[in-house]
């Protein structure tokens, strides 16, 4: 297992994803490689394809895959972009999103991620090479976007007061540091919602509108799905209640048949159900897992099994 980052759910989605011979397989968030590997090593004539848009996690990523020279393609890109990574004849057996924030982008003080690290710069950012940070956005957004991304993103019942805040203290000083941010975010609340904890969903929508975590992501999904041959998996990790919302209602959609009203004597929409969902409940870590990496509480897993050509 990598110190970089400590995959979350690895045996789960290693036997989700139903490693085949021969099969060819995409791990859109590669991270520290521990989900590629374990997906390289469970059957040797097995291909990868494999995407990360940090370059430090791509740095790591070519360590660890070295072994495994000629099975595997690592591109430095956001996932969505996979229509330019895969050619239009390479069909999946099966894809890996792992939709969260990595260790060691949360460990890395320089890397913003973290409100536990009051000293750490505002950035946020995932791919160190885009232009937008979490500073700019905090000194920078109009009071009513601020509100719009903390009450969407962050589901924060305080996302008017929090708001407000921001862009009085701005006004004064600029913020700078994830401290000054958790600072700000506890002053706004009443001091009965106060803990060392609350400004985790603050930093969360931030984190999302600075990487545009949502932006594209059904479609992404959609054309992967259609991407895998008959009897490939598709494995999705998300970290919060957005994204696995996305995720459920794709899975949902994709798993329906014929919509037609009951009445009608024959279908006439002709819709096909494409997908098998194999969790009808997302799988969650085990407890042993929470315990050991308490990252992984509020991990999801989701997975189904394309059953059209």
Known sequence: MSAYHQPIMLDAVIAGLNVIPGGLYFDGTCGGASHSCAILEKEPTARLVATDKDGDAISEAQKRLAPFTGRYRLVRTDFKNYGEVLSAEEKLDGFLLDLGVSSHQIDDGSRGFAYKIDEAPLDMRMDKRSQLTAEDVVNTYAEEDLR?????????????????????????????????????????????????????????????EVNGELDGLETCIRG??????????????????????????????????????????VCVCGRVKQLEILTKKPLTASVQEQKDNPRAKSAKLRIAEKITE
Do not use: M, W
Not at 168 to 193: D, Y
């Open 224 to 265: 992967l799905i259609g991407r895998l041959k008959k009897g490939g998996r598709a494995c999705i990790l998300s970290f919060h209640s957005l994204e696995d919302r996305i995720v459920k209602n794709v899975f949902k959609d994709l798993s329906t048949a014929c919509t037609c009203p009951k009445n009608f004597p």
């Open 148 to 208: 719009r991304i903390l009450r969407e993103y962050g589901e924060e019942p305080f996302a008017a007061a929090i708001a407000a805040r921001i862009v009085r203290e701005r006004q004064i000083k600029r913020i700078a540091t994830c401290g000054q941010l958790k600072a700000l975010v506890e002053n706004s609340l009443p001091p009965r919602f106060r803990s060392a904890a609350c400004a985790r969903q603050t930093f969360q929508a931030i984190r999302i």
